[in-house]
């Protein structure tokens, strides 16, 4: 499940933070934490919004659908990678998952604003490039690029 | 003021029940909650939601809404439309956003009544 | 129009933000789903919602919102009110429906963060 997805020479930041399935209370936290560092870095407003989106929509997800992950932040100079691997059940059928409007969500995850099955398109249309595996039992696995210079 | 003049003054595209655009509009209610909705929405109002999933159709039908819009270009998905079209619940879809439709709609119905 | 001012138009209370009322305001966004908001709001308008979780006010950080309208007389929880505070964002009630909340605003000159959604139709 574990990609490689850049090598670490040449880039300006790179860190981990884990998620924990299942809670509410502190979902939104991880993504928080990953504005505030590209803020700080001084990136392009646009940039650390689409990439505060990406990050928040995932961390949701990892909250509503699993057991637990991690989300890996790389800066580079020209991109931002975000990574997200998870355990927990994995995703079955990825382009039904892919659809606007489909949801597996339940009362609690409707209930905090999401579960409307837009999540996944959000990510997708605020990345400049987007890719998504899952291996059922296992676990999903997202990487979005987005692009520091357009 | 039935649906037609909604329909005519703000350009929504009528996607089922057209034989029910005369439909009497008694007022609004915009909200993507369906339990908000079943609570607080009175028969006769036009509702304006980003929902598409057919669960909007046994609301409306059940509220006895004059009709539902959706918004932001949202298309209304298969089941929900064979529902309305069953149900005889007039779908419309608007480009604005729920704030700018919402925003109109009031200003029309507020202006006639 | 200031914040002070929207306040007035929906007869709304201050919850958090008491210090801010003159903040400018001229665009707003309503939606009861948090995906619909990341997808379309825009940095500096007002967020009407009838929810109350604090995920509200996470959106609501996450992408820089003025300001948060609760509508129908909502009440948030304290740990929502408590992260209002933390990330400095205005938090205000009022006791009118979303509809309403919307029709006021836009009668005295506020608009919509976005004109128009092309093509919204499901993904490939
Ligand atoms: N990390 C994940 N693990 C398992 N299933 C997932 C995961 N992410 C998404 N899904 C599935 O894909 C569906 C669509 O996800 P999404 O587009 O975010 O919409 P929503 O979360 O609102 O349902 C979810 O309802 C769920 O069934
Ligand atoms: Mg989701």
């Known amino acids: 499940m574990k990609i490689t997805v850049c090598s670490t020479e040449n880039s300006l930041y790179q860190d981990s933070f884990d998620i924990e399935g299942g809670n509410f209370n502190k979902a939104g ?10 803020k700080q870095m001084g990136l392009p407003a646009d940039v650390v919004r689409k990439c505060a989106i990406v990050s928040y929509e995932s961390e949701i997800n990892v909250v509503s659908y699993a057991k637990k992950g991690v989300i890996n932040l790389t800066v580079n100079p020209e991109t931002v990678l975000i990574e997200v691997v998870d355990e927990g059940p994995g995703i079955p059928n990825i382009d039904l998952a892919m659809q606007q409007g489909y949801s597996t969500a339940d009362q609690k995850i409707r209930e905090m604003g ?17 890719h998504i595996s899952s291996e059922v039992g296992k676990g999903a696995h997202l990487l979005m690029t987005i692009n520091i210079k357009q | ?76 998905s298969r089941e929900t439309l064979e529902k309305a079209s069953q149900e005889k619940i007039p779908i419309m879809v608007s480009s604005l956003s729920a704030f700018e439709l919402t925003g109109k709609i009031y200003n029309l119905l507020g202006k006639k009544d | 129009m200031k914040l002070s001012e929207v306040k007035k138009i929906l007869n709304a209370d201050v919850i958090v933000g008491e210090e801010h009322l003159d903040l400018e305001v001229k665009t707003a966004f309503g939606a009861d789903l948090m995906s619909d908001v990341l997808a379309f709001a ?12 604090s995920q509200v006010i996470r959106t609501a950080n996450i992408l820089d919102i003025a300001a948060i309208i609760l509508v129908r007389g909502k009440k948030p929880s304290t740990e929502t009110i408590n992260l209002a505070k933390e990330f400095k964002i205005p938090l205000l009630t ?25 093509n919204n139709s499901v993904l490939d």
């Open chain 3, 94 to 118: 009022t006791k009118y429906i979303l509809f309403e909340t919307a029709g006021r605003l836009y009668a005295k000159g506020i608009v919509g963060c976005l004109e128009k959604v092309e």
């Open chain 3, 42 to 53: 825009k940095a500096g308008s007002l967020l009407l919602t009838g929810l109350t979780n």
């Open chain 1, 114 to 130: 999401f579960g409307a099955g837009m999540g996944l398109c959000n990510i997708k249309n605020y990345s400049d490039i987007f």
């Open chain 2, 1 to 76: 003021m039935n649906l037609e003049t909604i329909v005519k003054e703000f350009g929504l595209e009528v996607r089922c029940a057209p034989e029910n655009l005369k439909n009497n509009v008694t007022g609004g209610y915009t909200g993507d909650l369906l339990s908000d909705v079943i609570a607080n929405s009175r028969e006769g109002y036009i509702w304006i939601t980003r929902q598409v999933h057919q669960n909007i159709v046994a609301v409306a039908s059940l509220k006895e809404h004059a009709g539902i819009i959706l918004i932001n270009s949202c298309e209304p």
């Open chain 1, 29 to 38: 936290i991880v993504s928080t934490r990953i504005k505030s560092i590209l």
